[in-house]
């Protein structure tokens, strides 16, 4: 009688433990799910974003500062759109990301004239200048282009022009994401622009500091509808 007690103890602590295991197991197995299919957090670096991300007690952080929060449900029911801040992967690199606002959309051309940006599509065929109101006082009309870089760039289809918003410090699609004092564009002009495939998602929401907390909210540009 004493022995049967003792194997039906073991066998209730076995089975208590076979079912904290299964749920661990389920638990992680969402959150795996949950990162790779639909949200998932990231750490921003650089100033690239600035004075729109990056931005800790007031100031320009230049290594890892805010962290946000990823969508990339979002982007399995609608294409990405002009504004939105993205996370992606240049087309050279399978390691390093990087953290953008989409400018050109697939078709067009994007111009740099004069420290502002021009594009030009079907709706305006002319060129239109971009009005970019998230841009802070030290960037407006300062979006300059690089001696080995471009300055008039055709957007392939199913790919993006991209830029930071501190436009005097961030490497982006006008140097193809190379140092533009030095190799830039010398590679071809098609790294300056992003493969749909290559972006992981929209930055949605910012976490941390806690006193940044905010939903990244998209910008319109009315002038090119």
Same mark, same amino acid.
């Given at each position: ?8 103890k073991?066998?209730k602590?076995?089975?208590?433990l ?21 949200? +998932? ?5 650089? !100033?690239?974003?600035?004075d ?11 290594g ?43 078709g067009? +051309? ?9 594009? +030009?599509?079907d ?9 970019? !109101? ?45 140092? !533009? ?6 590679d071809?002009?098609?790294d ?19 006193a ?6 998209v ?7």
């Amino acid at each position: 009688m004493q022995k049967m007690n003792i194997l039906k103890k073991y066998k209730k602590q076995l089975l208590w433990l076979l079912d904290l295991t299964l749920n661990v197991v389920i638990v992680f197995g969402i959150v795996l799910l949950v990162e790779r299919f639909l949200v +998932t957090p990231f750490d921003i670096y650089g !100033p690239s974003m600035c004075d729109n991300l990056n931005i800790i007690n007031e100031e320009c952080t230049q290594g890892y500062g805010e962290k946000i929060i990823i969508n990339k449900a979002g982007y399995y029911i609608d294409e990405p759109d002009r504004g939105d801040i993205i996370i992606f992967k240049p087309r050279f690199s399978d390691e390093k990301y990087f953290i953008k606002r989409i400018i050109g959309l697939p078709g067009e +051309t994007v111009e740099i004239i004069n420290g502002y940006v021009y594009v +030009t599509n079907d709706t305006n065929p002319t060129g239109t200048k971009l009005e970019e !109101p998230y841009l802070s006082e030290t960037n407006s009309g300062k979006t300059k282009s690089f001696p080995k870089g471009g300055k008039i760039f055709q957007v392939p289809e199913g790919e993006y022009f991209v830029l930071g918003d501190n436009r005097n410090a961030s490497t982006d699609s006008r140097s193809c994401f190379h140092n !533009p004092y030095n190799q830039a564009c010398t590679d071809g002009i098609e790294d300056a622009f992003v493969p749909r495939n290559m972006i992981a998602g929209r930055a949605w929401f910012s976490f941390w500091p806690i006193a940044n907390w905010r939903t990244l909210e998209v910008p319109e540009y009315p002038e090119l509808d």
